[in-house]
């Protein structure tokens, strides 16, 4: 199997620190394998601590430097605390990744208020509040990069998911508007773009226990579903040298799947 480990140069994120949001899970967990593989220190912040505990775990035996708080990125004071937590124990932070994100399929007549606040809160203002309390950390920062995973039916509007749709275009205005404002202080900031990743809840709970994997198959241009390696390559690649002139981007990851759907309809 590819990896970007073969790829990038041993060591090549050494001395950085990753604070990330859903590290203990799918894409997120994915991506702490490579960038830690690579050499970088990594925090992990979301609710359950059980999952971050065996995700710090795993990563230690593999010889990576990491440790985690549980946080829920609805709440502020939360990701100050954790994000001032983790500039504590490694000495600043260097790559921010927001990639915790809640989701469930539902038609939006039948979408509670409550519903919709759940999901905006989760994905776009937890990105804003990672956003916010890292700034001070990142452009003390050499390397800084911010990272959001989003989804290019951010772009399109997602039917039966319009409240995640939305959060994601959000996010992908809110990656513009700092890649501007915070190029200044030597900060990059993009976002990631997965088409629908193998083995994840996010595919789990949205294709295969609603018996849509076979026809979400056959909408991506390369009819097979992703890996999360797909996506940790994708971002180590922004973080990495080879990144340094990209910012205000959104690096699309999904098998050519924004353009079979496009032309499927
Ligand atoms: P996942 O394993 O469920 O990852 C989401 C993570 O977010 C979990 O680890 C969860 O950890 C954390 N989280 C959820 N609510 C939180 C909260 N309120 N506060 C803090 N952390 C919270 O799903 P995934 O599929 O890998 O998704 C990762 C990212 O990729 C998401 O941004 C998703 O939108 C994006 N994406 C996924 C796909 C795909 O095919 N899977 C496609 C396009 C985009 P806790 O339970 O510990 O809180
Ligand atoms: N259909 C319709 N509404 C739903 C729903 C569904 N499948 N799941 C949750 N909701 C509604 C709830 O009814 C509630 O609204 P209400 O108060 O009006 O009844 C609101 O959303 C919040 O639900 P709750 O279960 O209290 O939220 P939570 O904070 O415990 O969990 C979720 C957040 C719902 C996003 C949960 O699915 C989650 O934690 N997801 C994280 C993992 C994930 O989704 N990964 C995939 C990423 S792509």
Redesign the pocket.
């Known amino acids: 199997m590819s990896s970007a480990l073969e790829v990038f140069k041993t060591g090549l994120m050494d001395d950085r620190t990753v604070f990330i949001?859903?590290?203990?899970?799918?894409?997120?967990?994915g991506i702490c394998d490579i960038l830690g593989g690579l050499g970088a220190r990594i925090f992990i912040?979301?609710?359950?601590p059980e999952?971050?505990r065996t995700a710090v775990q795993e990563l230690d035996a593999n010889g990576v430097t990491a440790d985690f708080m549980?946080?829920?990125?609805?709440d502020y004071q939360q990701v100050e605390a954790a994000i001032g937590q983790c500039a504590k124990r490694f000495g600043g932070i260097d790559i921010l990744i927001?990639?915790?994100?809640?989701?469930f399929n539902c038609p939006t007549a039948e979408l509670s208020p409550n519903g919709w606040k759940t999901v905006i809160?989760?994905?776009l203002n937890?990105t804003f509040f990672c956003c916010k309390a890292a700034y001070p950390h990142l452009k003390e920062s050499e390397h800084a990069r911010i990272i959001?995973?989003?989804?290019t039916?951010g772009r399109s509007g997602w039917p039966q998911a319009a409240h995640?749709g939305a959060a994601?275009a959000g996010i992908q205005s809110l990656t513009n508007a700092l890649a501007v404002e915070w190029a200044p202080d030597g900060i990059l900031v993009n976002s990631v773009?997965?088409?629908?990743?193998a083995g994840?809840?996010?595919?789990d709970k949205?294709y295969v226990k609603t018996g849509q994997e076979e026809l979400m198959t056959s909408r991506v241009a390369l009819r097979r579903?992703?890996r999360?390696e797909d996506?940790a390559g994708a971002v180590a690649f922004l973080c990495s040298p080879a990144g340094d002139y990209v910012t205000g981007a959104e690096l699309v990851a999904d098998g050519g799947r924004q353009w079979t759907f496009a032309s499927a309809s």
């Open positions: 949001t859903g590290g203990g899970s799918g894409i997120g967990r912040a979301s609710r359950n999952k971050l549980t946080v829920d990125v609805r927001n990639n915790a994100a809640g989701n809160d989760i994905d937890g959001s995973i989003t989804t039916l995640a994601k773009s997965p088409g629908p990743i994840t809840v996010g595919v949205l579903f992703g999360v996506i």
